[in-house]
């Protein structure tokens, strides 16, 4: 697997032949540039993962091109290098945000290093202000419900495999917490985890975006670009909302899922990918096969271990613990310390069926905080805020204009549901605790678009 993209700076051959051969007996894909103009031009039409510059060059010095590659926004890990360096001139290098400066002759042994160092610095960083952004998001996996117990078990499991798994669930009741979940537990911790909704990007880019693209292979392809594939090489994958991915792109995500490598768009090189990939959609991806929208030997290929997020209504009994812990966050995010949620707002919180699940919940609860003037928020508050949504029956099972046909059908499903997440999955126990046919609860689930994890298992003993 390549350790990394790096570009290198030097206006002696003898320089660059050496560190080209060392680098790539590493594992880094390496380019050389003899020149500022030259650096230039590959800097505008490939990305790459660390770059190393000479100071004193012929047609300028990297220390100036550093600067102008700042100027332009790019983050780019940069280390200088030189054999006749000013102080200040690495002095102006740190304060342009060099990552080091290294002086010639360069030892082999400590350009590793500080390359390896640099590299695993700026993922580690990534990673850390990826986990910063999802502070706060972590109650979504809060709960000692059954269903939360088992799918937490699940998550341990799965994490400790590298086989594809497909997370499904209602929107809002955290798949993309998940997939984190799954990529920080395992093995590849130490990789990328990439995120791609397949259903926000155009279907006439999601194919670049996927595997990249090389320069001029379409309008708008200024330079290479490296897709989420590739730069998820070693790591994780997250591709959220699959059963919305455009049918020609069904054909080659199954490829690469068989034969692990990828080609950028408008390029011929055959590039090996070691991804594991965590899919997730709120679908019923089973309805979509029988109805031809979903590619059924891609389905197979995604569902090898299948994780399903219960909603929120079928598991009330987190949502106190939850509400709370949502309470702390806000307050702190909007400078309201002191604030309390009373009995009667946690019942009726509690009550209420959350069709958005632990976002709306999440949300409603800084809404609360934003907007209730006492620090005690009771019953009222929640139901003002509630507004529309909390009126009639708490589970809101009666909506004026809907036929009873269509309102059964719902509450049946709502019920069956619950009584599955209760049992954790288990057909045969939640056939008994509703005393029905273990094959009558079958055909009802089947009915539904349901299905219990453990049917399988049950059966088999």
Partial sequence: MPRGHVLVLDDEPSILTTLQKALSLEGYT????????????????KSYDIALFDVALPDGDG???????????????IVMMSGHASIDAAVRATRLGALDFLEKPLSTDRLLLVLDNTLRLVRAEAEAKALRAQAGQLGELIGESRSMVALREQIARAAKASATVLVTGERGTGKELVARAIHLAGKRVKGPLEKMNCAAVPSELIESEMFGHEAGAFTGA??????????????TLFLDEVGDMPMPMQAKLLRVLQEREIERVGGHETIKVDVRVV????????????????RADLYDRLNVVPLALPPLR??????????????????????????????GAIELLTSYG?????????NLIERLVILTPDAKIDAEDVRVCLGSASAGTPTGLFRPGTPFRVLAEEAERRILEEALAHHGGAMASTARGLGLERSHLYKKCKALGLRGDKAEAEDEG
Avoid: Y
């Fill in 30 to 45: 390496v380019d050389v540039a003899g020149g500022v103009r030259v650096a230039e031009e590959k800097l505008a039409k």
């Fill in 63 to 77: 220390v100036s091109l550093l600067e102008k590659v700042r100027v332009g926004g790019s983050d780019l890990p």
């Fill in 222 to 235: 200024t330079k290479q670009r490296r897709g989420k594939f590739e730069r998820a090489s070693g790591g």
């Fill in 279 to 294: 899919a997730a959609t709120n679908r019923d991806l089973e309805a979509a096969c029988q109805k031809g929208e979903f």
């Fill in 314 to 343: 079928a598991r009330r009994e987190d949502v106190p613990v939850l509400a709370r812990h949502f309470l702390g966050l806000a307050m702190v995010a909007n400078d309201r310390p002191g604030m309390v949620l009373t009995d």
């Fill in 354 to 362: 959350f069709p958005g699940n632990v976002r709306e919940l999440r």
